[in-house]
Structure formats: structure tokens, C-alpha cells
């Protein structure tokens, strides 16, 4: 018989780190620096992510990496690029400023959608990787696109589950099931979309390593409930899809005895 | 009197003063050094050469930190 093993002994690794949590939370949209903070406590979150983008000329900035825990692991992100060329040169930036390899890959292909462009992802994707960077791409629910990205040396693939900030949930689960069982020592992050605790619960009962989002909590009107609400829902998720979930069946199965029933 | 090179940052146009080095620019601008990264005609430049680094006319300097995002 085989006994499953203790919950804190399911530990989630990226490119040599290890990490409890499964789940990952943007910085964005927040309305206060303290709201921020309190999401981020509560959703027992170890990594977060953040943009890079040009200082203000001429007027103070906040730095806003002050705003963080400094136990946190922070992963930037190339939002906003729009080409491969202008997503390797902020990821550069971004190390040189933080010191980290880490890096969200995200080659943005239409303002309207904000939908990955696949081909400039990838482009990216395989520069950066031997520049040493562990590159973890945003890109659309494909499998063969995720085949790609991994033999490009991505040590995990960040398939969207909706458009970025949509809040839709996961629109279809069927490609991210065919990605977990075609591609089943890979670790996927299902990466945007997500607007409730169900949509992440959704995400790692497919068999998701972990998800990300942010304005899903950012911009709940409890961010501190709705951060507490996706931890829990990641972790109810994963311990679903470890469990192995009970066959559908079109009709009844008695639960129970059928025989001895008073007459 | 020194003389006065026309250079770009973040796509504004400026003045500065001749063989300013990039730790003088990030004074100058009042930035925190440690929190910035910066891009000298699109290529990085480490922080370690930061000192020896001096701009001439017609540069592009990029200046970035970190703000809040998903």
C-alpha cells in the first residue's frame, strides 16, 4: 500500500530553487504599498514578480523594492515588450539591477488581448537561456509551443489560462490536461486569467506545478481575503490532483449498501 | 568653461556636463545608484564599470528600476 507523502514534503523547485508555496503573486494594481504587503503575508506567497521600467526624470520615485519582504524571491518580468529585442534588453537590465537569473518572459503580441507572441517568445526565450538566465515564459496553451520553450532549456513553461487581467479562468482546461500528461516531468505554471479562488483550485487539478496571477487579489475588494482565499485554493488544487480525483460517470453509483434495505 | 554634451536618457534630451560619469548622472538626476540599472546606447553597463564609464555626445542612456506588475 502506498501512503502519499506529508503535504510539506511537496516542495515546488525552479531552476535550483525550492519553494513551499505554489503559488506566485504580481505587484501590480495594488491601491496602498500596505495593502500590497498585507495580500502578500496572506497569501503565503514566496515569489513575486515586478516590471522594469524607465525612472522618472526630475521628480522623486518611491522605490518601490523597499515595499517588499526582503525574504521574498523577486521575479521580473519583461511586460509591456513587444518585440524579442526589447524583452532581452530589459531582461538584462533587470539582472544587472537585481542580481537574480530569474526571469518571467513575456513578448506581448496584441494591446487589445495582450496575448503572447509564441514566435518572438521563443526567439527570446532561446538567447536567454544561454545568457544564463532561467527563463520562465508567459505563452499561449499550446502544447507544441511548450515542447518548444522546454527544448529551448526552459526550466518551466507559464501557459495563460485567460488574457492577462481578464479574470475568465482557466478557458480551456482540456489543453492544459493534454500539456500535464504529453509533457509529465515539466513544470508548468498557469500564468493569467485567473479571477477566483475556484479558477486557481481549476489550474492545479489539471495538474498545474503552481500558479501566478495578480490582479485576480489586487483588485478583489478584500485583497487580504481574496490572497488568503488563492492559497488556500492552490493548496486544496494540488492535494485534488496528487489525491487522483474519482472517475466522471454519466449515472448514479449508489454510495450506500444496496442490500438490507427495510421493506 | 567646460563644455556642455547633448545626450539622451529615457528618451528625453539633456545637457550635461562634459566627461560626466555615470555615477555623477545618477547623482545629478538624484537617483538611488542601488536600485537602478542603466543602458548605454542599448547595451548593459555593469555597475562595476559604472565609474570608468563617461558619456560623449549624442549617447543614449536608458535608466530603469522597479515598479509594481504581474
Given at each position: 500500500?502506498s501512503?502519499?507523502a506529508?503535504a510539506?514534503?511537496d516542495?515546488?523547485?525552479?531552476g535550483?530553487?525550492?519553494?513551499t508555496?505554489r503559488?506566485i503573486?504580481?505587484t501590480?494594481?495594488?491601491?496602498t504599498?500596505d495593502?500590497?504587503?498585507t495580500?502578500?503575508r496572506?497569501?503565503?506567497?514566496?515569489?513575486v514578480?515586478v516590471?522594469?521600467?524607465?525612472?522618472?526624470?526630475d521628480?522623486?520615485?518611491?522605490?518601490?523594492?523597499?515595499?517588499l519582504?526582503?525574504?521574498?524571491?523577486?521575479?521580473p518580468?519583461?511586460?509591456g515588450?513587444?518585440t524579442?529585442?526589447?524583452?532581452m534588453?530589459?531582461?538584462?537590465?533587470?539582472r544587472?539591477?537585481?542580481?537574480?537569473d530569474?526571469?518571467k518572459?513575456?513578448?506581448?503580441?496584441?494591446?487589445?488581448?495582450?496575448f503572447?507572441?509564441?514566435?518572438?517568445?521563443?526567439?527570446?526565450a532561446?538567447?536567454?537561456?544561454?545568457?544564463?538566465?532561467v527563463?520562465?515564459?508567459y505563452f499561449?496553451?499550446?502544447?507544441?509551443?511548450?515542447?518548444k520553450?522546454?527544448d529551448?532549456g526552459?526550466?518551466?513553461?507559464?501557459?495563460l489560462?485567460a488574457?492577462?487581467?481578464?479574470?475568465?479562468?482557466?478557458?480551456?482546461?482540456?489543453n492544459?490536461?493534454?500539456?500535464?500528461?504529453?509533457?509529465?516531468?515539466?513544470?508548468?505554471?498557469?500564468?493569467?486569467?485567473?479571477g477566483?479562488?475556484?479558477?486557481?483550485a481549476?489550474?492545479?487539478?489539471?495538474?498545474?506545478d503552481?500558479?501566478?496571477m495578480?490582479?485576480?487579489?489586487?483588485?478583489?475588494?478584500?485583497?487580504?481575503?481574496?490572497?488568503?482565499?488563492m492559497?488556500?485554493a492552490?493548496?486544496?488544487?494540488?492535494?485534488a490532483?496528487v489525491?487522483?480525483r474519482?472517475?466522471?460517470?454519466?449515472?448514479?453509483?449508489?454510495?450506500?449498501?444496496?442490500?438490507?434495505?427495510?421493506? | 568653461?567646460?563644455?556642455?554634451l547633448?545626450?539622451?536618457?529615457?528618451?528625453e534630451?539633456r545637457?550635461v556636463?562634459e566627461?560626466i560619469?555615470?555615477?555623477?548622472?545618477i547623482a545629478?538626476?538624484?537617483l538611488?545608484p542601488e536600485?537602478?540599472?542603466i543602458?548605454?546606447n542599448?547595451?548593459?553597463?555593469?555597475?562595476?564599470?559604472?565609474?570608468?564609464?563617461?558619456?560623449?555626445?549624442?549617447?543614449?542612456?536608458?535608466?530603469v528600476?522597479?515598479?509594481?506588475?504581474?
Amino acid at each position: 500500500m502506498s501512503t502519499a507523502a506529508p503535504a510539506q514534503t511537496d516542495r515546488f523547485e525552479i531552476g535550483g530553487r525550492s519553494f513551499t508555496s505554489r503559488l506566485i503573486i504580481g505587484t501590480g494594481k495594488y491601491r496602498t504599498f500596505d495593502e500590497m504587503k498585507t495580500a502578500h503575508r496572506a497569501s503565503g506567497a514566496e515569489m513575486v514578480t515586478v516590471a522594469v521600467r524607465r525612472v522618472p526624470l526630475d521628480r522623486s520615485s518611491e522605490s518601490f523594492l523597499d515595499h517588499l519582504d526582503p525574504a521574498l524571491a523577486i521575479l521580473p518580468n519583461t511586460a509591456g515588450c513587444y518585440t524579442a529585442e526589447e524583452a532581452m534588453r530589459t531582461a538584462r537590465l533587470a539582472r544587472e539591477a537585481l542580481g537574480t537569473d530569474l526571469l518571467k518572459l513575456e513578448v506581448i503580441g496584441d494591446q487589445t488581448t495582450l496575448f503572447p507572441d509564441n514566435e518572438q517568445t521563443l526567439e527570446a526565450a532561446r538567447v536567454l537561456v544561454k545568457e544564463g538566465f532561467v527563463v520562465l515564459p508567459y505563452f499561449t496553451d499550446d502544447l507544441i509551443m511548450a515542447k518548444k520553450l522546454l527544448d529551448a532549456g526552459c526550466p518551466a513553461i507559464m501557459p495563460l489560462a485567460a488574457p492577462i487581467g481578464s479574470g475568465l479562468g482557466v478557458q480551456n482546461p482540456a489543453n492544459l490536461r493534454i500539456m500535464r500528461e504529453q509533457l509529465p516531468s515539466a513544470t508548468i505554471i498557469v500564468d493569467a486569467g485567473v479571477g477566483t479562488a475556484s479558477d486557481a483550485a481549476i489550474a492545479m487539478e489539471l495538474g498545474a506545478d503552481a500558479v501566478l496571477m495578480n490582479t485576480a487579489i489586487a483588485e478583489a475588494k478584500d485583497s487580504t481575503k481574496m490572497a488568503e482565499a488563492m492559497k488556500l485554493a492552490v493548496e486544496a488544487g494540488r492535494l485534488a490532483y496528487v489525491a487522483g480525483r474519482m472517475p466522471k460517470r454519466l449515472y448514479a453509483s449508489a454510495s450506500s449498501p444496496l442490500a438490507g434495505v427495510v421493506r | 568653461m567646460s563644455q556642455r554634451l547633448l545626450i539622451q536618457i529615457n528618451g528625453e534630451p539633456r545637457e550635461v556636463k562634459e566627461n560626466i560619469s555615470l555615477p555623477e548622472l545618477i547623482a545629478s538626476l538624484k537617483l538611488k545608484p542601488e536600485q537602478v540599472a542603466i543602458e548605454l546606447n542599448q547595451e548593459v553597463v555593469r555597475r562595476a564599470q559604472w565609474e570608468s564609464t563617461t558619456l560623449e555626445e549624442a549617447d543614449k542612456v536608458e535608466i530603469v528600476h522597479f515598479v509594481g506588475g504581474g
